[in-house]
């Protein structure tokens, strides 16, 4: 077993915690480190697979997102369960921050939220759709997929796993394309509920005046330029300063 841990950035690093917490990740011998770096996470994945594959001495890729914190056994915990495609879990970054697992939706369309309350942690899962930010994926599955893309696909696909707008034109959702076509390929898609992934956000800071037990308490605001066709009302709670 040897790992290739791919850690993704744009053009400019973000969270100094994304990378302490891949620094402290429990690993198997002779795990490496690539990071790519680009404004399109589609384009970073593609290379990242494609120099592994070159290489041909990788077991598994291990897909990261540098907006994320992992516990120190994710990589181990995934790792045992000895699956073709298996993510950890987290939210999306905006209230009311549903944990991202879809159903398998028509063609065009991003799909529905699973409702997570039904699956309790500890469990392995099979979802149709999940994000590439804790994705561990065997190198096996990605060759046989670039199989089936090069007779399914037109040329310019070729060794491109990940693809942006094919969901929606707007949107990225290379990730959920690409669990598209590992299903369309013939393999299946997990979630371990006991994998649980931190994803870092923004958080405005506003002071306030509390007149019944006069003092100043702090509100905590998530994502607060993101109010285009989004409710304005402030998120987060409010703590004593």
Not at 69 to 74: A, L, S
Not at 132 to 147: E, F, H, I, P
């Amino acid at each position: 077993m040897k790992v290739l841990i791919v850690t993704l950035t744009g053009e400019l690093p973000r969270y100094y915690e994304y990378y302490d917490s891949i620094d402290r990740l429990v690993t198997p011998p002779q795990t490496e480190k690539i990071t790519v770096h680009s404004s399109s996470p589609a384009k970073n994945r593609n290379v990242a697979i494609a120099g592994a594959l070159d290489r041909g001495i990788y077991s598994h890729l291990f897909f990261t997102d540098d907006d994320h914190v992992y516990v120190p056994n994710t990589l181990m915990r995934l790792l045992s369960h000895d699956k073709d495609i298996v993510s950890g879990m987290y939210t999306m970054k905006f209230s009311p921050f549903p944990i991202v697992a879809l159903n398998n939706p028509n063609s065009g369309e991003m799909g529905q939220f699973i409702n997570m309350n039904n699956h309790p942690p500890n469990k392995l899962i099979e979802v149709a759709r999940v994000p590439a930010g804790c994705l561990l994926v065997k190198t096996s599955t990605l060759k046989r997929m670039k199989d089936f893309i090069s007779v399914s696909w037109p040329i310019k696909y070729i060794n491109k796993w990940f693809t942006l707008g094919h969901i929606q034109p707007d949107e990225w959702g290379d990730d959920l394309w690409f669990c598209d076509r590992a299903i369309a390929a013939g393999y299946k898609i997990y979630l371990d509920t006991g994998c649980p992934v931190g994803h870092i956000t923004k958080t405005v800071l506003w002071p306030e005046w509390n007149p019944e037990t006069k003092e100043w308490q702090v509100r905590f605001k998530i994502n607060e330029e993101y109010s285009i066709g989004h409710s304005t009302k402030p998120d987060g709670a409010v703590a004593p300063i």
